[in-house]
Nanobody
Framework: QVQLQESGPGLEKTSQTLSLTCSDS??????????WTWIRQSPGKGLEWMGD???????DYSPSLKSRTSIYRDTSKNQLTLQLRSVTPEDTAVYYC??????????WGQGTQVTVSS
């Protein structure tokens, strides 16, 4: 059974680089077989798409975050990583990873809270 799990520091300082990982605690997923997305939700706001990485490794980022965001797969650890550079308190949000199969089956993590302190 697929069980996506996001992991991160919880608390980050302004100007630092936030690094989050997403993996399947159920051990069912091979990351390169899926299309991955990172999404976040800030307090009082809707869901914000951050970026994708396809099965071919090609990435696509939100224009507003592109200069600060990197998404990549670590095949040796079978996990997905999001890096967000130069964070500010406006990056405080719950961060979610999402995986989609070729048959359009969707899996979501439960989200991880990140708070950026000033």
């Amino acid at each position: 059974q697929v069980q996506l799990q996001e992991s991160g520091p919880g608390l980050e300082k302004t100007s630092q680089t936030l690094s989050l990982t997403c993996s399947d605690s159920g051990g069912s997923i091979t990351t390169s077989d899926y299309y991955w997305t990172w999404i976040r939700q800030s307090p009082g706001k809707g869901l914000e798409w951050m970026g994708d990485i396809g099965q071919n490794g090609i990435t696509d980022y939100s224009p507003s975050l592109k200069s600060r965001t990197s998404i990549y797969r670590d095949t040796s650890k079978n996990q997905l990583t999001l890096q967000l550079r130069s964070v500010t308190p406006e990056d405080t949000a719950v961060y979610y990873c999402h995986a989609r199969t070729d048959r359009a089956v969707d899996y979501w993590g439960q989200g991880t809270q990140v708070t950026v302190s000033s």
